[in-house]
């Protein structure tokens, strides 16, 4: 890791990874996912809902995973205004402008095949889910980071942990539905991608920079929330999803902080700034409070289910 004593201005961070952002943008590409939406879905089982309106024993799922389903699916509706937040970010002539472009269009087919397995498997309410849908898009409500530091700290967690979403998402969903879970493994997949590009893009910036790097990185993992909370109900459907073990605080922490914080290797960073080591200390603090909680919850999880079982 590069020695610095005082932040860099937030631009000339920007530039000096334009390098980097070129660089692994060619990496993504060298390795691309050509998956076809039209080609995941056994359009022959679909039916009219005029003629069947949905009910829900027409797809046997618990709540919590019906609520993984709808949350997972109206994130990625909310596609155009994360791209407005990644694009306010890339000044004219940065390969990151690149990156946004190509990053969207891959994203972008992610609704569009959920939303078609949805209709098709009925596994979820239609109508609920356009509610849902009108009501955040008309919100607009996504994450803002501050500056370039901010976001591609954000969008590391953020990615892993929609990979995380989905793929456990897809695992609670009957063994009959190979194509749901395809679905849901092509989406996962995606995600893990764009995640390796965003957290090895934070890599390169801690080694130009990190004391401004350290600073936002322990204020995303301090704020850090899912990019769906403007979703109708979310705090109700995020208690159904922890509770069904696909994406909680005990997620959060095992499966994407502590990876991701690790291969940054967060505490052999030299040379930060005061402001900096007050940072990672509070980070380190704030990860094993954490990992307190979280522990407290496996405790009790485990206490109730013998007596639930009785």
């Not at 943008?25 to 022959?44: C, K, S």
């Not at 679909?46 to 709808?70: C, H, K, M, T």
């Not at 849901?184 to 920079?209: N, P």
Request: proline share 6%; charged share 25%; aromatic share 8%.
């Amino acid at each position: 890791m590069a020695l610095t004593t005082s932040p860099k201005k937030r631009s000339d961070l920007l530039c000096e990874l334009a390098p980097d952002v070129e660089r692994l943008y060619n990496r993504h590409l060298e390795a691309p996912r050509l998956w076809y939406p039209h080609e995941q879905i056994n359009w022959g089982d679909g039916e009219n809902f005029a003629d069947s309106p949905w009910e829900p024993s027409q797809y046997p799922l618990n709540e919590g995973v019906r609520s993984a389903i709808y949350v997972n699916l109206l994130t990625e509706d909310n596609l155009p205004y994360y791209t407005h937040t990644l694009l306010s970010h890339a000044p004219t002539g940065h390969a990151i402008l690149d990156w946004n472009h190509q990053w969207t269009m891959e994203e972008n087919r992610h609704a569009m095949v959920m939303r078609d397995w949805v209709h098709i498997s009925r596994c979820i309410d239609p109508t609920l889910l356009e509610d849902g849908r009108r009501v955040q898009m008309k919100k607009g409500e996504v994450p803002q980071p501050a500056d370039m530091a901010e976001l591609i700290a954000y969008v590391s967690f953020q990615e892993r942990a929609t990979q995380i979403a989905h793929r456990n998402t897809g695992a609670k969903l009957p063994k009959d539905d190979k194509i749901g879970r395809n679905v849901l493994a092509l989406i996962a997949g995606d995600e893990t991608k764009h995640f390796l590009f965003y957290r090895d893009l934070t890599l390169a910036a801690f080694a130009i920079d990190p004391s401004t790097m350290m600073i936002a990185v322990a204020k995303q993992v301090r704020d850090f929330a899912m990019p769906g909370t403007g979703i109708p109900s979310f705090t109700r459907h995020a208690v159904r999803i922890a509770r069904e073990g696909i994406y909680g605080l005990q997620q959060y922490l095992r499966d994407v902080l502590e990876p991701v914080l690790g291969l940054w290797d967060l505490d052999h960073l030299v040379g930060l700034s005061a402001e900096a080591e007050k940072a990672r200390q509070d980070l380190s603090e704030f990860v094993a409070k954490l990992g307190e909680g979280v522990e407290r919850m496996t405790q009790k999880a485990a206490r109730v289910t013998p007596a639930l079982s009785t």
